[in-house]
């Protein structure tokens, strides 16, 4: 089976001996501080050697006193006989490594000052070396069957208009207006959408993007040959086995301002005359092609549109009839990939709270699961003879680390963990797990939720509860490790972690059971799993606080124009109006889709799904944390917040943060992100008190 690789970073290779000793050992554990953040190691990309003996990965530190994050790769023996090592140089970053189909060159990523490129090369037979580059390359490659060849997607060389006179990437070449001198002009032009995204922030005007096409230079180096051209982008290619074709897929779509639905569809290039043809399906969106090791099939994922299932399908490479063997399987695939004998795709899946390995025979049958466990699974790759597995792993009370599994017929066998980066802080703390329960809601619906018991917790005592609501609304809380989570349960707080209708894991229906009418049966869900969390025992029911981001502040803005029995709330780039939302975002597709049009055409809905038709409700003392450069969901709507509930004299305080965009609490700047999470400890610290200590101000009613 062919493991799949994402693009990454660069370095030279400099080997140390095992992972640093980061902490001093610590009499008594104590439980997870928000600057322990600083110390967590995070594990990923796992990459087997073709004779799979090795694993290359990826581990990304905090450098605390430059707040940034430092990733390289390293290197451990597959069979755990020797401890991990470093394999790039810890002066510069390395990620996202690919292995030659002969093991002796391992391709990655990294950005360096005075390079233009950031593909580089590393020499495997023998330890260390130089990294190199290979002319011609200019994007993350892959390798083909026979290792000769380099392919890639890339945009091009930037046309020497632009090096001249870079105004003309801020300008529409379509725009009307002009100005006295482009050289003075430092503004922007649009003609089109988009304009705006998140972690770019103003993007170039759409008429002065380039397509991404499919390039082709040898491995010892050499110009590069373009294998494809026009108005759209050819993206995702992989090799047959025999080196002569190419599937990638390309979207009629591409070029389209508006887009209602995507349509990625499947091509495959002859490499030896450059012609090209379509593989007709019967389904509106395929992707994530991967040739069979014999030559004769394409596995891919396959969907009839925005809002349906996902599956995975299979058909013959020359093109065909098309078998969709997950067609009675309710959870959403991704990443197929093939055994060595071309007989079984495996693939991932989010399953309740937990991210597993399953796979399905090629012609058809019945889903197995092939990994276990109350956890989540990352970047799962098997070896080239199919007999191991290998990826990295967290769950509630561990951070992510490396392993590797035997694989069978009947799944994956007893694993070995080859990494220990975290154990050293772990050690040091108290983790606290998270217990699962289930409870029936409105309309006879099963619901999950999970809830961590309070630091210190002695029976008979109560004590608050924080309700901590996902984003999305489309994905889900499971069994990872959490540090915010862990923060607020080692305050003291019984954290309650809900996956309601709208949650992804519990099959499609379930997914979009939620379309038109968030904040009506999903509220319902919370509020009932707030009422069996209390039933359980040991809850101090003057003393509960809700909070979410995203999708979850929005959900908090909803919950407290709904209900006063909250006595604080904390609300992360949130929603509040939709009709401001739509006109800021970059992701007006959602609502489009979830609210049946756009605000002109679904009026009432946005307004009846908008906190701000229920501001005035609003008593809870609420914490506002909003990043000023998130373009997903906008400042604007946390600043119209706060000025309603100050107007109102309801306690408020608005956070803003900068340099940081929608992912602040995942992989913002550290020492904002850090900043954050004590921001909100001490928030709920001071309304809600922790544990068995008071809180410092009385409840609001």
């Known amino acids: 089976m062919k493991a799949r690789w994402l693009p990454s970073f660069v370095a030279t290779g400099l080997l140390t001996a095992s992972p640093p000793d980061r902490l001093s050992a610590q009499s008594s554990p104590r439980p997870f501080q928000a600057t322990d953040y600083y110390k967590l190691t995070s594990v990923g990309e ?8 090795r694993i290359a990965f990826v581990v990304t530190t905090v450098v605390e006193d430059n707040d940034r994050r430092h990733s390289e790769i390293w290197m451990a023996p597959a069979d755990g006989s020797a401890p991990a090592f470093r394999y790039t140089s810890p002066a510069t970053e390395a990620s996202n490594p690919v292995w030659s189909p002969d093991g002796s060159l391992l391709a990655f990523t990294s950005k360096r000052e005075g390079f233009d490129d950031d593909v580089w090369f590393l020499r495997t037979w023998a330890p260390g070396g130089e990294a190199f580059q290979v002319r011609g390359v200019h994007a993350l490659p892959l390798f083909s069957g026979d290792g000769k060849w380099l392919l890639y997607s890339w945009r091009g060389p930037e046309p020497d208009s632009m090096k001249k006179d870079s105004w003309r990437s801020r300008v529409s070449p379509s725009a009307i207006t002009r100005g006295p001198d482009p050289k003075r002009f430092d503004g922007r032009v649009y003609t089109s959408l988009p304009f705006v995204e998140d972690e770019r922030g103003l993007v170039p005007p759409r008429e002065t993007r380039r397509a991404s096409h499919l390039y082709l230079a040898p491995t010892g180096g050499g110009e590069p040959k ?30 389209s301002e508006v ?12 490499v030896a005359d450059g012609a090209v043809r379509r593989l007709v399906t019967p389904y509106v969106e395929n992707f994530a092609p991967a040739w069979s090791p014999d030559g004769n099939a394409i596995a891919f994922i396959c969907s009839k549109g925005r809002g ?29 990939a093939w055994s060595p004998d071309s007989k079984t795709v495996y693939f991932s899946a989010e399953t309740r709270g937990n991210i597993h390995v399953f796979a399905a025979p090629a012609t058809g049958g019945t889903v197995r699961q092939i990994t276990t466990g109350e956890r989540q699974l990352g970047g799962p790759a098997i070896t080239r003879d199919g007999k191991w597995l290998t990826y990295s792993a967290s769950d509630a009370t561990h951070a992510a680390e490396l392993f590797v599994a035997p694989l069978g017929r009947a799944g994956a066998g007893p694993e070995k963990r080859l990494t220990s980066f975290n154990d050293s802080l772990l050690a040091q703390l108290v983790t606290i797990p998270a217990d699962t329960f289930w409870f029936t809601s409105v309309g006879g619906l099963a619901i999950e939720a999970f809830v961590m018991r309070p630091y210190g917790y002695r029976s008979g005592k109560s004590y608050p509860l924080i309700l901590y609501i996902h984003g999305g609304p489309h994905w889900n809380y499971g069994n990872v490790f959490f540090p915010e989570m862990q923060l607020l349960a080692g305050q003291g707080y019984w954290v309650l972690l809900v996956n309601p209708r709208g949650s992804s894991g519990y099959g499609h229906d379930f997914t979009f059971a939620t379309r038109g009418r968030w904040g009506m049966e999903d509220y319902q869900d919370l509020m009932k799993a707030v009422d069996v969390a209390i039933a359980r025992g040991g809850v101090d029911t003057t003393r509960l606080g809700v909070a979410g981001g995203s999708y979850g502040g929005f959900m ?20 509040y109006d939709w009709y401001s939302w739509y006109g800021s975002s970059d992701a007006q597709g959602l609502t489009d889709y979830e609210f049946a049009g756009p605000p002109w055409e679904a009026d009432s809905l946005y307004r009846v799904l908008s906190p701000m038709t229920y501001a005035t409700r609003i008593r809870t003392p609420l914490l506002i944390v909003h990043s000023e450069d998130d373009r997903r969901t906008p400042v604007t709507d946390g600043e119209q917040l706060f000025v309603m509930l100050r107007k109102r004299g309801i306690p408020a305080e608005f956070v803003r943060y900068p340099r940081s965009y929608h992912g602040l609490s995942r992989t913002g ?16 610290a001071h309304w809600l008190g922790g544990g068995e200590t008071p809180p410092a101000a009385g409840t609001l009613r």
């Open 46 to 53: 796992p990459r087997p050697a073709p004779d799979g003996r």
């Open 226 to 255: 373009q294998l494809t051209g026009g108005d759209l982008s050819q993206r995702a290619p992989d090799w047959s086995p025999d080196g002569r074709a190419i599937v990638f897929v390309q979207d009629s779509t591409d070029t």
């Open 259 to 270: 887009r209602s639905q995507v349509r990625p569809q499947l091509h495959v290039l002859n």
């Open 308 to 336: 349906e299932e996902n599956d995975v399908c299979v058909m013959p490479a020359a093109g065909g009839a098309v078998r969709n063997v997950t067609s009675t399987w309710a959870l959403d695939p991704s990443g197929p």
């Open 556 to 575: 908090t803005n909803w919950v407290v124009g709904q209900t006063h029995r909250f006595a604080a709330a904390e609300t992360d780039r949130s929603i």
């Open 669 to 684: 700047p550290p020492w904002l992100l850090v900043d954050r999470l004590e921001r909100i400890r001490t928030w709920f």
